[in-house]
């Protein structure tokens, strides 16, 4: 509880990031609409617009305001620049995705993994292709990459290892030194972050729960994760291993989990449990499969939605656990249960209703995700571009 | 995620704020070490300590310093003109507390309550009389008082409503109308606030853990509650009903639980729930019979100690759900769960190792609370003294 006063260059950076920030929401603008927005003065807003078009982060667009007096250059986003790079590892295979510093999309791509029972080394190696294209690919674009964040469903520490990921099978795997080796780029910062926790993000920065400031990603994937926002901030924890909602013990003699226990969440509801209760899904791509699921799930076969119905009521049974402990505003179902989630909501909701202390749920609605494929990679692109929202310029 | 810049009273505030954390840590010291110490300019610390002194929330001292050159005053905090207040309602009873704002203590005092079947009515009547005689109490001292706040044991919404308090029978009770009516000082703001939530904070401010970024300060002399602060902040979420984890479901056939469910953690580890499976303990005070429990405990009564290894399994489960969902550092075991604790932390520890997910439970120790009667009112003072920490000065 140690209040530091401000020094010059975290006032500058403030400033900046307050522009910046100022500029994503309401471009194309004027300077001075710039200086009356964020309260900062008109020789420090032309200043660091200054910076930013010596940066191609911000460029002068040929529109003028019909406002009465001289027209103004208006300002907007410039995104030829700079773009950030987010992965995704999980049991469905791997993502990339690029976008540059103005919001756009750059490249998008999804390739199956070489498969749970590969082995670690195997899919960082996929993992380090995937990147190096990516990196070529949006150097083509004539952009710089300004860093790259892998998003992985399990606990990884402050060094980037992944401790525990026990759904891809991995233990003590150094992902962000290996990747960095292989990539063979030293001046491109690469990290590593929790799935969930990268999901999150992308919810709370784009998409229409945006500024929701008390929201729960919950993803089933690989393992069972929870990304979490309280109070308008990302969790961390003490050693960034927040969210492990999947070892909930639900069911005390319920299946062996994973983690060596009995009836956890994970073991219940996961979408490889899932597919595990689901006869005829034979072809082992779990996307193909997860495709086949829902198929078979729109189509009303009973089976299936029985199976369904039944991993909504662990899945409500671990979310009122959360809603329990932590009072959010929105649990929003990603990746597979967002695919899933018309026939997972109704017993979802049902058993929070029943589970959960506070008369209506705290106030919580569940809902799917509309980033269903993409969540991880894009909050992992936002979290790429942290120094740069906070106020930090790319070295030129 | 809008960064604001800071206007002119923020910073008038923040540097306020910032002079005052800085005595409190090193006072005695001088006006020119609290500018090297802050980074704020002299004229500026001169200019704040000027107010300070004018409302002898800061006095000098005749102390000079051994240094070379001339010798300087020193100031230290004055706490002769303004005290906080702080209560709390449990089923032990209640609990008035009041310092000043140089951290002395006014007064504590404890009441046995009119008991959990007395209803709310007659509580809140028992709490306006002892809020009454504290503030009589602090100005015969000489004192003003800046402010009382409530902890109880249940959902506080933000109108400080107590919406359910199952431990205490209470269901939408407008404590603090009540109260701020009922004790007639319209001057005096009253705040109703979680009890956890209350307790956490003394222990993240005082003690042996102060300013332990991951901290869950867990009671459950009444329910079964958890205080989190995570990452440096007290979590508060949607509508601020965070840290309900009593009604974690354990044991599905287990006892039935003061919200309609079974197994719920409150109804199988809450300090009510311990003394209903000891035998003998026949005062109708729960204070009187928890000293009667602790005096069989220490003594090695096996019937008693078996009943506390069951309680500590169950709150280890809940422990690990927390452990695994928020990873702090530090769990703080509060009230009678620190009295008990000899008794309760090697069951704790045992199913913690077994049921978090993380090596070594991420990094999380088991210990108890240094202020076992005092937590929440302590924290309680301080919530009400929060405008003052925040740099926001009483009006003369």
Chains 1, 2 share one sequence.
């Not at 083509?140 to 980037?160: A, F, H, Q």
């Not at 229409?208 to 089933?220: Q, V």
Request: with cysteine; hydrophobic share 45%; aromatic share 2%.
């Amino acid at each position: 509880m140690i209040t530091q006063t401000a020094d010059h260059t975290d006032i500058r950076a403030t400033n900046l990031a307050a522009v910046l920030g100022f500029l994503r929401r309401e471009a194309p603008c004027s300077r001075a609409a710039i200086a009356s927005g964020t309260g900062l003065n008109k020789a420090t807003v032309t200043s660091i617009v200054g910076d930013l078009l010596d940066r191609r982060l911000v460029r002068e667009t040929q529109q003028t305001q019909n406002h009465v007096g001289r027209p103004a250059t208006l300002l907007v986003l410039d995104g030829s620049a700079y773009a950030a790079i987010g992965l995704e590892v999980s049991a469905r295979g791997l993502t990339a995705l690029a976008y540059d510093t103005a919001g756009e999309q750059v490249l998008r791509w999804h390739r199956a993994g070489p498969g749970v029972d590969a082995g670690p080394a195997k899919t960082v190696a996929a993992l380090a292709t995937l990147a190096r294209r990516a990196i070529t690919t949006v150097q083509s674009s004539g952009r710089r990459v300004l860093g790259i964040t892998v998003g992985v469903p399990g606990l990884v520490n402050r060094d980037g290892c992944v401790v525990l990921a026990a759904g891809l099978g991995w233990r003590d795997v150094s992902l962000r030194t290996e990747l960095t080796a292989s990539i063979g780029r030293p001046d491109i910062p690469v990290t590593v972050e929790n799935d969930a926790t990268l999901a999150v993000l992308a919810e709370h920065l784009y998409g229409p729960l945006a500024d929701c400031e008390n929201l729960i990603h919950l993803t089933g994937d690989t393992g069972v994760g929870a990304g979490i926002i309280v109070d308008g901030r990302p969790l961390r924890g003490h050693l960034g291993y927040v969210g492990e909602i999947g070892h909930l013990r639900l069911v005390p003699d319920g299946p062996v989990c994973g983690c060596g226990q009995r009836g956890c969440l994970e073991a219940l509801a996961s979408l490889p449990a899932i597919l595990s209760r689901v006869d005829g899904l034979d072809d082992s791509d779990p996307q193909v499969q997860l495709e086949h699921l829902i198929r078979r799930a729109d189509a009303g076969e009973a089976a299936v939605t029985k199976v369904l119905a039944e991993a909504g009521m662990h899945l409500g049974h671990g979310v009122a656990a959360l809603v329990n402990i932590l009072n959010p505003a929105q649990i929003v179902l990603g990746g597979s249960y967002a695919l899933l989630s018309v026939h997972l909501i109704p017993s979802i909701t049902k058993a929070l209703e029943e589970a959960a202390i506070a008369p209506e749920a705290g106030g919580c609605t569940v809902t799917a995700s509309t980033f269903p494929n993409t969540a991880t990679p894009l909050g992992a692109t936002a979290q790429a571009l942290t120094p740069l929202t906070q106020g930090h310029l790319p070295v030129l």
